[in-house]
């Protein structure tokens, strides 16, 4: 990795800049990259995929780890010959023309792998919905978020921030926020701060009809969250609903934990 360009160079040889139609905020100091995969790793050789390279900051320093392969998946295809340039011919780096709401990452990889991503900010709320779901689940993920996204991700109940997406990944996966990037850090800067969460997925998580169920359980009940659960569960079965779970009917979405909610979806019929 030493001998080759800085990546702003790499991007001016190319003549590339951002666009903001797919997203792009560039990561180009490889200090924040490599601290990045530090906290990602270690990967012991498993493969890592990565989403949205770009100039391809965080794909030197996962090149530089101890990851066994990398695949990574770009939507912008203006980027791939400078990332064809980061191949050493070692069968390491993959690289995948793609979006990657739609590709099927069990066709990438083999065995567990972990996903490492500084996210294109329009989509990465669904992609997160999308690997905590399934089919297809990481060993580990470790994603760049806007600030506000991440601290919705790992709320405890009472937070603000507590809603659905803590539920659903808290229920899937331990979730840690695990480093703050202020928007100056990227090029070009967005209006946000970003931060990176760390969730790795969990031994007892609950199973994909399970899943489902609960989020049917958080829509309703966070779609209306000011409201009683008794009657903003309503249509899933209101105050029964909640005493077959052992939940006080009279209590709001935002006070109930993830095993209460777990309780709640359990009893859903
Ligand atoms: N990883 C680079 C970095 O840190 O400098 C770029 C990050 S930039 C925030 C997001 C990247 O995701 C861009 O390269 C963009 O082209 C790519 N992208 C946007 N939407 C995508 C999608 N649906 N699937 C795959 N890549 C996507």
């Not at 800049?17 to 180009?28: D, E, N, P, R, T």
């Not at 709401?101 to 992609?127: D, F, I, M, Q």
């Not at 031994?203 to 409201?227: I, S």
Request: hydrophobic content about 45%; charged content about 25%; some cysteine.
């Amino acid at each position: 990795m030493t001998d080759l360009p800085s990546l702003r160079e790499s991007l001016d040889a190319h003549g590339l800049s951002a666009k903001k139609s797919f997203g792009q905020h560039f990561l180009l100091d490889l200090n924040v990259t490599r601290k990045i995969v530090r906290l990602a790793g270690p990967f012991d050789g498993r493969s890592v995929i990565e989403v949205g390279p770009g100039p391809g900051g965080l794909t030197r320093a996962l090149l530089e780890s101890d990851a066994g392969r990398v695949v990574l998946v770009e939507k912008d295809p203006r980027f791939l010959p400078l990332l064809a340039e980061l191949d050493d011919g070692s069968g390491r780096l993959e690289i995948v023309e793609g979006d990657a709401l739609k590709v099927r990452e069990a066709e990438l990889v083999e065995g567990p792998a972990h996903l490492v991503s500084n996210l294109p900010y329009n989509v990465g709320t669904a992609l997160l919905i999308k690997w905590l779901t399934g089919p297809w689940l990481p060993y580990a993920l470790t994603l760049m978020f806007q600030k506000e996204v991440a601290e919705r991700i790992v709320a405890a109940p009472g937070d603000d921030a507590y809603g659905r997406l803590a539920v659903i990944a808290q229920a899937v996966c331990e979730a840690r926020l695990v480093m703050h990037l202020p928007a100056a850090a990227f090029t070009p800067p967005p209006k946000v701060a970003s931060a990176v969460v760390h969730l790795v997925p969990r031994a007892d998580r609950p199973d994909r009809e399970t899943l489902k169920r609960l989020e049917r359980v958080t829509a309703a009940a966070f779609g209306q969250r000011r409201k009683m659960l008794r009657s903003s569960l309503k249509t899933l079965g209101g105050a029964a609903l909640c005493e077959a779970a052992g939940i006080e009917p009279d209590a709001r979405a935002e006070v109930i934990d993830g095993a209460g909610f777990l309780r709640l979806a359990a009893a859903l019929t």
